[in-house]
């Protein structure tokens, strides 16, 4: 895997992955134009784990129609304001979905499938849980 990172302005800079796209990043709370490499990454665990859960309920055959996850993570009060705590909670829609088959795929996500969150916790405590909304 390979990316380039551009300086683009003050403290914003654009992302290059090796597939082709493009992210911008902003340092500047200020001016506040995009995320800041921090969210960037809290994001990505968000993105990597909501792509295992879905997978993992959809193969289970369950009637999923949406999945969220809300993140709140903790950082050190000093230099390097690394992440201390990271906390992923799902909020599953769907249709009779089974709460034993979510927790499975949020437990699998968790422990086996989600490369960001799995490197994460080798520094960070990391921690997980589910809610489950019937559609409507």
């Known amino acids: 895997m390979?990316?380039?990172v551009s300086w683009a302005k003050d403290l914003t800079f654009i992302g290059y992955s090796g597939s082709g796209h493009a992210v911008v990043f902003d340092a500047d709370r200020d001016s506040n134009k995009a995320p800041t490499p921090m969210e960037m990454l809290l994001m990505s665990a968000g993105a990597c784990s909501s792509v295992d859960v879905v997978g993992i309920l959809q193969k289970a055959r369950q009637q999923i129609i949406g999945c969220e996850v809300e993140l709140a993570a903790e950082r050190a009060e000093t230099?390097?304001?690394?992440?201390?705590?990271?906390h992923l909670h799902f909020v599953v829609t769907g249709t009779a979905l089974s709460e034993k088959?979510?927790?499975r795929a949020v437990n699998l996500s968790?422990?086996?499938y989600c490369s960001v969150s799995i490197m994460l916790s080798?520094?960070?405590?990391?921690?997980?849980?589910f809610s489950i909304k019937e559609a409507e």
Not at 79 to 86: D, G, Q
Not at 122 to 129: I, Y
């Open 122 to 129: 080798q520094s960070v405590k990391v921690t997980h849980s």
């Open 79 to 86: 230099v390097p304001k690394v992440f201390t705590r990271l």
């Open 2 to 4: 390979e990316a380039k």
């Open 110 to 112: 968790a422990e086996k």
């Open 101 to 103: 088959q979510v927790e």
